[in-house]
Structure formats: C-alpha cells, structure tokens
C-alpha cells in the first residue's frame, strides 16, 4: 500500500519546478505560464488510499474525495494567478494571495488539517508568496531561495506522512473499539437470546438502550477530538527564520532583514510566534558575537524547528494510543455491559421467573 501524498507535496513540486526553471535561464513570468500549461499533479490524500487503508464510510470517503478535488482547484487557481500577474508585469505574490483568500473555507476535511489560518496547503502557498515577496525586495537568489523552501515543505510532507502512518494504528483502534457494543447485541441474539426485543420492548432494556447509545455516541466525539487534536500539525514552521535567511542572502543587513522578514510573514501568514522571533535575535547576537554570517545559522535553526516539530508529532501519536483508553474505560466498556450483558440477563432473569 502506497504512502498518500500530502497536501503540502503539490506546493513542493510546484516550487521546486519553479527553481529549477529559474536556474536554467527562464524568466520568471515564463516559468509561471509553463507550469500553468502544465499543473503539478495535486493528488495529496487521495481517496483510495484513505478508503483502502482507514476504511472509512462513503461519507468521510465522499468528503476524503472533495479535499482532492478543492487541493487540485487551490493549485490551478494559484498558477493561473502567478502567470497572469507575471505576464502583465504584476504583483506575483499578491496574486498569490489573492488566489488563497478566494478559494471556499468550508469544503477542508480532516485530511488536510487546519492550520490557524487555514489549510496546510494554503500556508504553505502563502509562505511560497512571503518568500518571493522577500527575494524580491532583498535582490536574493531566486532559484537558491526556492530550492530551500521545497526542501523545507518537503520536510513538512514526511512529518505529516510520518504522523499519519503513526495515527492509524490508533484510529483503527477506536472505530473497532467503538463497534463492541453493536457487536454485543447481534452476538447475542445469534446466542439464541432475545437481546433486540428485550432492548426494545421493555423498561429495563429501553433505560440500558438510552444509557448505552449515549455513552456510544460520548466515546465516539471523544475519542474523535483525541484523534484530531494529535493530527493536528503545530504552528511553529521557522518560517519566519527562513524567510530571515533569504533576506540575508540578498546582502541585507541583520536588522532589516529581520524586519523584512517579519513584516512578510505578518502579511501574508498573518502571523508570527513568539519562538520564531526568539531564535532570529538568538542567532543574530550570535552572529554579531562571532563575527560570521547568520545566513546559514539561520537556516540551520530553521531546520531544527522542523525537527523539533517532526518529535512533537510523534510524542502525540505515541500518547494518543494511552489516552485512547480513557474513553474506552469510561464510554466504550460500559455501553458494552448495558448493550451486550445487561439484555442477556435480563432476557435469562425473566426467563426464569416465567417458569415460576
């Protein structure tokens, strides 16, 4: 069974092209029209895999569908955009920009995962805007500023590969877990007991099927939270130390690049987090102390964000198959007993007392 692409893999393909067509000579605006001729294939998450290997309903495979297809019309939309901005002498990450602010919000399914602002597909075409942006108001190497920042979502893809592959041994978990107590009864009633009538059609068995369903229905919005909350992918990138990086690359000074790279990241990621700012001054002073150049020091701390981020992710993997159990124990076990045992003594105890 093949591996899904992430979403975040398009954006990567799509920006290493970009590099290697600018290394070989071809303008800008020339590269963004061939891609658009020619769209990276966007096939992050697609729905066979997720219906072969999660087993999902036609209705999560329905939705699984719909992301492909919204990951496939975000990445057209962005082409279409650069090219016709670069063609006409435009703003080329504000097209960009513009191409991510148009596209619907409603139509992300878990798949993708959300970031604050978005989609992780939709940050990471913002962040290909923030660094073009940069490297164009910097004077830095285009092709070398690209070619870092595929290697940097590509590094992003194989977290969220890793992580996936480290969740679905816990999902498959909870929706088999989740399944015992319906299990139960139809076990039951091949056994030869009257389970469904007994649930059904009398007082007790009415009271253990409300007490059960509810607790079905806790231990499945329980153990789904758990899940998404471990899939969802941090906030911190280094992309504001990346974006320092390039802007250093293109001969700025320390302090204006910093401030470059952080007024880019503020508006087109919206954003910055605290630690990123911390390491840029970090590596700065360390920089000015040592008298070497930050640029590398900086991209080097970029990496050891993501690889901070790739550990985090599988420390919550690891702890979402403990924590799972908390709604087995509490939800999961005793809808099992009110579902499944509970129908069988009360179908054996009204048996017996009929006989009396």
Known sequence: MSTPEPPIEAVAAVTQRLAVLL?????????????AEHPARASAGTPE???????LPARLASRATSETERMTALTGAVLRSAAQAGARGGNIP?????????????????????????????????????AWFVAGEAGAP??????????????????????????????????????????AVLFGALLGFDTVRTLVFTLPGLVCLALGAGLMFAGARWSGALVRRASRAGGDTGLAVELTAIAMAGGMSAERARALAVAA???YLSAVTGPDIAVIDEVLALSRRAGVPAGELLRSEAGLVRVRARSAGQQRAARLAVTLMIPLGLCVLPA?????????????LSSTLRMF
């Open 23 to 35: 290394a070989a000579g071809v303008a800008p605006h020339a590269a963004w029209r061939y891609l």
């Open 49 to 55: 895999w997720w219906g072969a290997r999660l087993r």
């Open 94 to 130: 504000e097209a960009i920009r513009g191409a991510v602010a148009t596209q619907p919000d409603g139509a992300a399914g878990e798949g993708a995962g959300r970031a604050p602002g978005g989609t992780r597909s939709e940050q990471a075409w913002l962040a290909l805007a923030a």
């Open 142 to 183: 285009l092709a070398a500023t690209l070619r870092e920042l595929a290697g940097a979502f590509r590094a992003q893809a194989q977290l969220e590969r890793e992580l996936a592959v480290a969740l679905a041994g816990p999902r498959s978990t909870a929706r088999l877990v989740g399944a015992m107590p319906l299990v």
């Open 265 to 267: 990241a503020e508006r």
């Open 336 to 348: 099992f007993l009110l579902l499944g045992v509970m129908p069988l003594l009360i179908s054996v």
